[in-house]
């Protein structure tokens, strides 16, 4: 049955990645996260693109000095204002999966929320009760890369549940990305 559910899993984000490029080839240097979701918002999220050249929409990654590996796509809504994706995965570097790391910070496991209708101009977002209910932190789910961040360019699938400050919840389903680790592109 596992298998039966990873390859249909595969399938589903082959299919939503090929939507969210429109059957085009990512250009150098840019990336792509989609997910459908529901719950207290329901909808879908796909984003392409590069966080150079001032575009207001990207999605890219990043690796710390600790193995830590970033995850983060923006995509513009209204003005400033958009929504904000971020994965946190520790302790993997290879392909792999691992689950949230909710209370226990046992790695290998990952953190993020989704932020909708962001303001990145805040600095508080404490203070600001919209963004307070906007931002929904993961409590449960899993991540698999299935490509190492090591290669320049980190690909996988991402699924869970997320709870906001008011304890609504949204379910992700259906996640996968394909982004560009650019300190770690050959020069």
């Known amino acids: 049955m596992r298998l039966f ?3 249909a899993a595969a399938a589903a984000c082959a299919a939503l990645l090929l939507a969210a490029c429109d059957n085009d080839p990512l250009l150098p240097g840019e990336g792509v996260l989609a ?3 529901s719950g207290a918002r329901e909808g879908r999220y796909v984003i392409r693109g590069t966080p150079t050249g001032g575009r207001s929409e ?4 990043h690796v710390g000095a600790n193995g830590t590996t970033t995850i983060q796509a923006f995509s513009s809504t209204e003005g400033v204002r958009g929504d904000f994706v971020v994965l946190v995965v520790r302790g993997l570097t290879t392909p ?11 790695e290998p496991c990952f953190a993020g929320h989704v932020t909708f209708d962001a303001d990145p101009s805040v600095e508080q977002p404490t203070a600001n009760t919209v963004l307070v209910a906007n931002t929904f932190l993961f409590t449960s789910g899993e991540v698999t890369f299935t490509r190492s961040p090591a290669s320049g360019r980190v690909e996988g ?3 869970g549940r997320a709870r906001n400050a008011t304890g609504a919840e949204i379910t ?4 996968a990305f394909a982004v560009v680790v650019p300190e770690l592109l050959p020069a």
């Open 157 to 159: 699938r991402f699924s």
């Open 96 to 106: 792999g999966e691992v689950s949230a790391c909710g209370n226990v910070q046992v």
């Open 58 to 61: 990207y999605a890219t990654a």
């Open 5 to 7: 559910r990873t390859r």
């Open 35 to 37: 997910f459908r979701y």
């Open 172 to 175: 992700i389903r259906d996640g």
